[in-house]
Every structure is written in C-alpha cells, then in structure tokens.
C-alpha cells in the first residue's frame, strides 16, 4: 500500500514539473475567425500593462483610425499539440503595426536558463527580399525592447528565407522554404549563452536540434528579463501565424 501512495505521489510530482515549464499556452483561446485580435492598444509607454491579453503596443505616430489584426484560420503542424485559430498577416492601414502578449511585471521571472518560443507561421506572399522581423519576445511590452526576432526574406518568386536576432544584427538563413506550407518555428534565448537560436521545421521525433541559426548578444542586451511575446504587422505580408508556446525546455514548447 506504502509503495502505490509514493508512486502516485511521484507520478503527480512530475505531471506538475512537466505543466510548470510549459509557461504560457493557448495565446488565442476563445477566438474566432474574423475577431479582433487586440482588446485594446497602449495610449502611452507609462502604460499598465494587461498580462495574458493582446493589445496594440503604444505608438506616438499611430493613427487612431488604424485597425489591428484580426483572427484568421487554424494552422496545424504535424506532431505540433498546440492547436486554436491564427493571426491573419494581412491587412490596410495598419502600418508598422506591433501587438503584444504581456507574460511578467518581473525584470527577473525569465531571466536565467534558457526559454523558448515556438509557433507555426503560413506565407502566402512578402512583400520584400529583405530580411525583416515579424515575431519574437520583448523585455518591455510598452516601449518595445525586443531581445529575440525571427526574420523572414523572400527568394526569387517561390521561396522565402529565415534569420534571427537577439537585438539588432539578424543571422540570415541560406536555406530556402516554400510559400503555402506551414512551418513550425521554435525562438530559444539563452541566458547563459548569451545567444538566440532559430529552430526550423524540426524534426519532432527527435530531441532538440544540435545546430540551428544562431546570433550572439553584444553587451548586456540579455542582462533584463524577458516580457512579452510579441507579433509585427508588414505591409503586403499575407499569411497566418499562431499556435504559440513559451516554455522552458524542448519537451514543453513542442507540446510533449
């Protein structure tokens, strides 16, 4: 009898581990297709933030009238346990747009180790062969201080590229993808490295991938902890992205 309450013990023990480094999950539950994203948008960089809800990220050029994204279709992934509806990219007049997920208050929750940020993304068109930013995580989800980008390059007239960033200087993948398929994306920020890794198309079966793009942290830009997930609106970018997962370990961000 001893030994069946210890392992039911243990067995709940390490469901709770496995449900801890799974941080954030979910992002667009209770979404529709053709919903708003944000629920409202910051008016000021003193603003207060509202943890696990979208909003448009404060711009002193914005224009009032400017809508923000709205809710697209469902993107799956084989071997990907995150489901739910999509970002929609398009849209008019919303400029250099950005929407935020607040996850922490706290300069110091999710700044040691390693996180990772995982998410499928679906191009159907760029509008550039130039590498630009268009997710990632921020330190502060008010005055937009990101430390970890995921860039996307199109490539010649059916292929697109990927790159990352801890801050500024974008590693730039070479190998090429195709537009219409849905890729699987995982962001890791590593504190103790001092780096970001991007993670493409992994295969699942598998533990982490030994090599991914990597870009190296110049300075302090990995000293403050991360804040927010945030996602980048680009003019005559179409195509959806969502399912996201923030977690702490591989197993986690992918859904095992």
Same mark, same amino acid.
């Given at each position: 009898?001893? #030994?069946?309450?210890?392992?039911?013990?243990?067995?709940?023990?390490?469901?709770?581990?496995?449900?801890?480094?799974?941080?954030?999950?979910?992002?667009?539950?209770?979404?529709? @297709?053709?919903?708003? &994203?944000?629920?409202?948008?910051?008016?000021?960089?003193?603003?207060?933030?509202?943890?696990?809800?979208?909003?448009?990220?404060?711009?002193?050029?914005?224009?009032?009238?400017?809508? $923000?994204?709205?809710?697209?279709?469902?993107?799956?992934?084989?071997?990907?346990?995150?489901?739910?509806?999509?970002?929609? &990219?398009?849209?008019?007049?919303?400029?250099?747009?950005?929407?935020?997920? @607040? &996850?922490?208050?706290?300069?110091?929750?999710?700044?040691?180790?390693?996180?990772?940020?995982?998410?499928?993304?679906?191009?159907?068109?760029?509008?550039?062969?130039?590498? !630009?930013?268009?997710?990632?995580?921020?330190?502060?989800?008010?005055?937009?201080?990101?430390?970890?980008?995921?860039?996307?390059?199109?490539?010649?007239?059916?292929?697109?590229?990927?790159?990352?960033?801890?801050?500024?200087?974008?590693?730039? $993948?070479?190998?090429? !993808?195709? !537009?219409?398929?849905?890729?699987?994306?995982?962001? #890791?920020?590593?504190?103790?490295?001092?780096?970001?890794?991007?993670?493409?198309? @992994?295969?699942?079966?598998?533990?982490? @991938?030994?090599?991914?793009? /990597?870009?190296?942290?110049?300075?302090?830009?990995?000293?403050? $902890?991360?804040?927010?997930?945030?996602?980048?609106?680009?003019?005559? !970018?179409?195509?959806?992205? $969502?399912?996201?997962?923030?977690?702490?370990?591989?197993?986690? /961000?992918?859904?095992?």
């Amino acid at each position: 009898m001893m #030994k069946k309450v210890c392992l039911l013990v243990i067995m709940v023990a390490v469901a709770l581990m496995g449900h801890a480094q799974s941080l954030r999950n979910n992002l667009l539950k209770g979404y529709k @297709p053709g919903d708003q &994203l944000e629920k409202g948008v910051y008016t000021s960089d003193q603003d207060t933030p509202r943890f696990n809800t979208w909003y448009g990220a404060f711009n002193a050029k914005a224009v009032e009238v400017e809508e $923000g994204p709205v809710i697209g279709e469902p993107l799956s992934y084989k071997g990907y346990n995150e489901g739910g509806p999509s970002i929609n &990219l398009a849209g008019e007049g919303q400029l250099n747009r950005v929407s935020v997920y @607040p &996850l922490t208050k706290s300069n110091k929750e999710y700044a040691r180790g390693v996180y990772y940020l995982a998410f499928l993304v679906n191009f159907e068109k760029l509008g550039s062969t130039k590498f !630009y930013d268009f997710a990632g995580l921020d330190i502060n989800p008010l005055s937009r201080a990101v430390r970890g980008k995921v860039f996307v390059a199109g490539e010649g007239k059916d292929k697109i590229k990927f790159g990352v960033a801890v801050r500024t200087d974008c590693t730039e $993948g070479t190998e090429t !993808y195709d !537009y219409n398929q849905t890729h699987l994306l995982v962001l #890791k920020v590593d504190y103790d490295k001092k780096q970001a890794v991007l993670y493409v198309n @992994p295969d699942l079966s598998q533990g982490e @991938p030994a090599n991914g793009l /990597v870009a190296n942290a110049e300075g302090d830009e990995l000293k403050n $902890g991360l804040k927010s997930i945030y996602y980048r609106y680009r003019k005559n !970018y179409k195509g959806n992205i $969502g399912n996201f997962r923030f977690a702490t370990t591989w197993d986690a /961000v992918i859904g095992k």
